[in-house]
């Protein structure tokens, strides 16, 4: 599968460094030289220095010849230009763009159309505000994916020292949850993902994750010892389109918000569009401030400044100051090894949401939705199990997957089956399997259809 | 660097190159001569070093983890040494020589492509061991590492690092989107110029035996030879056309090669660097067959044939004769020695300084030149219509005066050995550019035996700074590349 990534940026090196680890072809363009030097060292990948929006420079990566392009660079009308030409080159080739800004997402029917006919379009806020309200909705949480249309959710939760499952192995976890069966999917362990068997132990400090469906979440999560506090009290700081976007849903939410912004200007406006949220002009690091909204009744504090350093700051002066629960974004990919380590509970990221989401159409086979866990060590895939791939009709234990690779879930209409060694997969059900990075191009291919029928 | 992952991978490439010695070994065993002994001793203990290295530095991190720019040429400048330790074993077990340091000169001139041998009598030689000795010029030809990358699988990650200390030129070209494509189209454009060539030879009349050798010389533009009086020995004018075109094919960049067999006739003629190879071969043929038409040889025909080898032979680095040039007038002696730094296309299998570096040094000097004129003119180097970056240029001519500079030291070490002006002048020169044969005492008659043990290590030394175009050999030497 050849793959052409227009712009070299954090998103389209981080797809990039995925994709090519997956062993798929990957040409990468942008104009800055420093970036294209930082992707062919690094990765397996080809780097070509030139505009993506440019014809020629489509025509000469061989555009004509590639599955996918992805236009991913900061600027919105770069990638537009770079899927027009696209469109015009190449009508085959499966065209994901990046826009950001809102008046082009106002016409984003009119881009899927003639003569853009650009396949997917992401726009990475709206997705960060996607995973933020996610998290939001399960408290407790460290990580939650959705999948079949949310009714079942892969829920990554922190052992506390007091919680009861601590230091129990995995055979032994139904002494402890009684009728229930949980499904362990993962254990993540100083920064090490584990696809855990019947030996593991859990110890205080993992973040396990497990299965669960939506009507019994509560149940599941108090198991693992977490209270399912319902969400009341939102302190947003920063409200640029990120905390804009978030506040909006919050309102829906009909949670009770306040939001923080340095400038006045900025102040009015979002004070104008937004009804029932409570704007405060200020800057968010301030104590006083802070003490003033009674930080320390807060359910979540969300800093969401443009300034990562100053997040993660505020997050953690909030943290002390008696927040339950913050969410900090961070743009920067190399801090995120830090997360956990400083006491950061969540970490929001437009362009991890971006690439989360791209991913899961670059992926092969019919993967309906993905998602990546912590550390990007791992992903979870969303699949219709089609008639004629490898993984229908036998027993889960003697389908050809790699180690590492786990079916969480099976969905056969209404029902939802989590899944033994025994279970068989049927056609059509829509499965969700974990898998170590490694193991995924080998699940994509039991995934995949087998040649013989074509 | 982590000197045990750089160890860990010079075991692959050494396990790799024990594979490879089964080739000899079968001819070994066809043509039941005394070469299966050593070669088979040769295979085991490289095959068993190569797997005790692996295993020995197999610690955690070895896997997908990145390899650093100093890493890959470390890998590089030591695989390279390891592979011509290791492959001089079947010439000092086969009895060739008495000592190692000779055997060990012998290989790694095949390896490096070079060509220069401190053998006397060829004819005679078990068969296994001079298909060995060509086998080495194929294999370093297009590179070792270029190979390992095209076949396993292990080397993925970090075989950028690999692949761009290993690959001539100051920008290597990336074919395709993962280099291990990248490396097997180049393995297989090789392979299909080969096959072609050793084919056309056996129609002209030569054994498959020799023609595999002799194919292998021209394509990795080596020079080994089966034969005391190397191509002259045929006296065949086909034999010696076949030879001229493949070491012109040889010395051109073979990322045009790829892209004239995927349907771009014209991308020959759209490269600059090719045409400026092309124009100075033409120069240079046309000038020495005017130069000795009359005086050497009676007819013109004759003239071009001989005069053209010579110069395509050293233009190329390859290094077979078909004439023994130093009784040609001095004009034609001085083109083959101004042939030997210019060296062929950036991306061929040949050495020297490479035509691209002395184009964009050109290039370079005229702008400097220019912008006295008009010192407020804005210019940018430029090479078929891309501009090169300033950097590229500096590390072009940092490259010069390593080149020039080690040059320089090794031909006055080799004096202070009690070699003759000329022949130390020429046997660096020779070296360095991987090309084999030079002047004096180390003419296209002569050989190197006669060398003395210390200057044959320094000569060593040489042919691996120029088949490693200087820098990944003479990092090591700098001692910030050891600290941690």
Request: proline share 4%; aromatic share 8%.
């Amino acid at each position: 599968m050849k793959i052409v990534i227009v712009g070299a940026g954090e998103v389209g090196f981080h797809i990039a460094s995925r994709l090519a680890l997956e062993h798929k072809d990957v040409v990468v363009v942008d104009t800055n030289a420093e970036a294209l030097r930082r992707v062919q060292e690094g990765l397996d990948v080809q780097a070509i220095q030139g505009c993506g929006s440019s014809p020629a420079i489509l025509e000469e990566i061989g555009l004509r010849g590639a599955d996918i392009l992805l236009a991913v660079t900061d600027s919105d009308e770069t990638n537009l230009v770079a899927c027009l030409f696209a469109s015009l080159l190449s009508p085959t080739t499966i065209k994901l763009a990046r826009i950001r800004g809102a008046d082009y997402l106002q016409y984003e029917d009119a881009l899927r159309n003639e003569p853009y006919r650009i396949d997917v379009i992401i726009n990475p806020e709206a997705e960060a505000v996607k995973a933020v309200e996610r998290l939001l909705k399960v408290p407790g949480a460290v990580d939650v994916g959705e999948f079949a249309d949310g009714r079942i959710k892969l829920i990554g939760v922190r052992l506390d020292p007091d919680s009861p499952v601590a230091g129990t192995k995995l055979v032994d976890l139904h002494k402890k949850t009684g009728e229930k069966k949980i499904l362990i999917a993962a254990i993540v362990r100083n920064e090490r993902l584990i696809v855990p068997s019947g030996k593991d132990e859990l110890f205080e400090g993992d973040i396990v994750y497990f299965v669960s469906e939506e009507n019994e979440l509560k149940a599941a999560l108090k198991i693992f010892g977490k209270k399912a506090e319902p969400l009341k009290r939102v302190l947003l700081v920063g409200g640029g389109n990120l905390g804009l976007k978030l506040a909006r849903a919050l309102e829906g939410l009909s949670v009770h918000t306040k939001l923080i912004e340095k400038e006045p200007e900025r102040c009015r406006e979002l004070a104008q569009l937004l009804d029932k949220v409570v704007v405060l002009h200020g800057d968010g690091s301030d104590q006083g401030l802070l003490q003033e909204e009674n930080i320390r009744d807060m359910n979540v504090v969300a800093t969401l400044t443009g300034d990562e350093e100053t997040n993660v700051l505020t997050s953690l002066l909030a943290k002390r100051m008696g927040a339950q629960k913050t969410v900090t974004r961070i743009s920067r990919f190399s801090y995120f090894p830090l997360v956990s380590a400083i006491g950061l509970d969540h970490v929001v990221s437009s362009r991890l949401a971006a690439i989360n989401t791209i991913l899961q159409y670059v992926r092969r086979g019919k993967v309906l939705s993905a998602m990546t866990l912590k550390g990007e060590e791992a992903e979870v895939l969303e699949a219709v199990a089609l008639e004629t791939s490898d993984i229908v009709g036998k027993p889960i234990r003697k389908i050809p997957f790699p180690k590492g690779a786990l079916v969480i879930a099976i969905i056969r209409q209404e029902e939802v089956i989590i899944p033994t060694g025994e279970s068989v997969i049927q056609p059509k059900d829509q499965i969700v399997i974990l898998s170590t990075r490694q193991g995924i191009p080998q699940v994509e291919k039991a995934l995949m259809v087998k040649l013989e029928y074509f | 660097m982590r000197v045990s992952y750089t160890l860990h991978l010079v075991g692959i490439l050494t396990f790799f190159l024990g594979l490879t010695m089964i080739f000899p070994l079968l001819f070994g065993l066809y043509y039941q001569d005394h070469s299966v002994g050593p070669l088979l001793k040769s295979m085991l203990v490289t095959l068993a070093s190569g797997l005790a290295l692996y295993l020995l530095f197999k610690g955690r991190g070895t896997q997908n983890e990145l390899m650093t720019h100093r890493e890959g040429m470390g890998v590089v400048a030591i695989g390279w040494t390891a592979a011509g330790l290791f492959g001089a074993l079947p010439y000092y077990w086969g009895g060739l020589f008495p000592d190692f340091s000779n055997a060990f000169f012998e290989s790694v001139s095949g390896f490096t492509t070079t060509g220069a041998s401190v053998l006397t009598q060829l004819e005679g030689i078990p068969r296994g061991l001079l298909f060995w000795r060509s086998l080495t010029h194929w294999l370093g030809g297009m590179g070792i590492i270029v190979l390992s990358l095209a076949i396993l699988p292990l080397l993925g990650i970090g075989g950028m690092q690999l692949y761009k200390a290993e690959v001539p030129g100051p920008v290597p070209d990336k074919l395709k989107p993962r280099i291990k494509d990248t490396a097997m189209v180049l393995w297989k454009v090789y392979l299909l110029f080969s096959a072609a060539e050793t084919l056309l030879l056996m129609l002209g009349g030569v054994d498959l035996f020799e023609a595999l050798c002799h194919t292998f010389g021209t394509m990795a533009t080596g020079g080994f030879s089966t034969r005391n009086a190397s191509i002259g020995a045929y006296e065949s004018p086909y034999v010696d056309t076949v030879i001229i075109v493949f070491m012109f094919f040889a010395g051109i960049n073979f990322a045009l090669h790829y892209q004239f067999l995927k349907g771009h006739p014209l991308a020959f003629w759209r490269d600059p660097e090719c045409r400026f190879f092309v124009g100075v071969v033409a120069l240079f043929c046309l000038t020495v067959t005017v130069n000795i038409y009359g005086e050497i040889y009676e007819t013109m025909g004759e003239a071009l044939r001989f005069g053209g080898f010579q110069v395509m032979s050293i233009i190329t680095t390859t290094g077979y004769a078909t004439a023994d040039y130093e009784m040609w007038p001095s004009l034609s002696q001085n083109i083959l020695l101004f042939c030997m730094f210019l060296g062929a296309s950036a991306g061929s299998t040949g050495g020297g300084m490479k035509c691209m570096r002395i184009m964009l040094l050109l290039k370079h000097s005229y702008k400097q030149l220019f912008s006295l004129i008009h010192p407020h003119a804005v210019t940018q180097v430029k090479l078929g219509g891309r501009a090169i970056s300033d950097e590229v240029l500096h590390s072009i001519w940092g490259y010069f005066m390593l080149y020039l500079g080690l040059f320089i030291l090794c031909s006055f070490l080799l004096a202070a050995m009690g070699v003759d002006v000329v022949t130390s002048f020429a046997a660096v020169a020779a070296t360095i550019g991987n090309i084999g044969p030079g002047l004096g005492m180390v003419g296209p008659t002569d050989n190197y035996a006669h060398i003395p043990v210390l200057g044959k290590w320094l000569l060593i030394l040489c042919m691996l700074l120029g088949r490693l175009e200087i820098y990944t050999v003479v990092i090591l030497f700098v001692p910030e590349f050891w600290r941690k």
